[in-house]
């Protein structure tokens, strides 16, 4: 069983639209990072977020920690084919992190 | 720096032999950590590494697998005998002070065992 559940698992969208990927668990975190992968790479840390309802923005990506702490949001607004990739995130699971199995988004041109 | 760097890249081999991947993790990084990943199971840990001593070892999947870290700057795993299942992308990652601080990820190891 899968400590975070990301949805959706696929999700293709046209250059300039918004979309919004899910990290969802019914554990508690102290923190939570979003990476992203890029095709024949290994993942990138994004951002990581440690306070409850707090919301994070990098450019047009805005990350949100749930108040619980139990889930998290990434939304990118107007995507560019540069933000196409696997999105990840990770959480504190006994003294290591668990990743969930990701959102592979794509962005057509 | 150049980061973490893993070799070989790319890794073909048969069924019954010994597989050996190396990483290199940053300098001055006191953690390092393997993961697997492949599309049914994702990104997994297998071990990882504080001050080169194992800390966590319980992702390994079998004793066919091992992993060393002989000194700070080189670490390996081992799949002895490997198996067409072990076919996956093997990624190295270190962090310089903690095991949830920022994971500077190589470009992985692509595992093929046919």
């Known amino acids: 069983t899968q400590l975070l559940e990301q949805s959706p698992q696929f999700l293709s969208i046209q250059e300039g639209e918004n979309l919004t990927v899910y990290c969802n668990s019914s554990?508690?975190?102290?923190?939570l990072q979003w990476y992203r992968q890029e095709p024949g790479e290994g993942p990138v840390l994004l951002v990581t977020?440690?306070?409850?309802?707090e919301v994070k923005k990098l450019k047009r990506l805005t990350f949100q920690f749930g108040d619980a702490r139990k889930d998290s949001s990434l939304h990118i607004t107007a995507a560019q084919p540069g933000d196409t990739g696997l999105y990840l995130c990770?959480?504190?699971?006994?003294?290591?992190?668990?990743f969930g199995a990701g959102t592979t988004v794509t962005v057509r041109a | 720096d150049a980061g973490v760097i893993q070799s070989p890249r790319h890794e073909v081999t048969e069924m019954g032999q010994e597989v050996t991947l190396r990483c290199k993790p940053i300098?001055?990084?006191?953690?390092l950590f393997w993961y697997r990943q492949t599309m049914m199971r994702g990104l997994e840990l297998l071990i990882y590494?504080?001050?080169?001593?194992?800390?966590?070892d319980s992702g390994m999947p079998e004793d066919r697998f091992s992993a060393k870290m002989p000194n700070a700057s080189f670490s390996t795993l081992k799949i002895q005998p490997s198996e067409p299942r072990d076919s996956a992308v093997y990624f190295c990652?270190?962090?310089?002070?903690?095991?949830?601080?920022?994971?500077?990820f190589g470009q992985g190891t692509r595992l093929t065992v046919v």
């Open positions: 590494f504080n001050n080169n001593v194992p800390i966590d």
């Open positions: 554990s508690v975190f102290s923190s």
């Open positions: 977020v440690v306070t409850g309802g």
């Open positions: 990770a959480g504190d699971d006994d003294y290591k992190l668990s």
């Open positions: 300098s001055g990084h006191d953690y």
């Open positions: 990652a270190s962090s310089l002070k903690d095991w949830n601080t920022e994971a500077f």
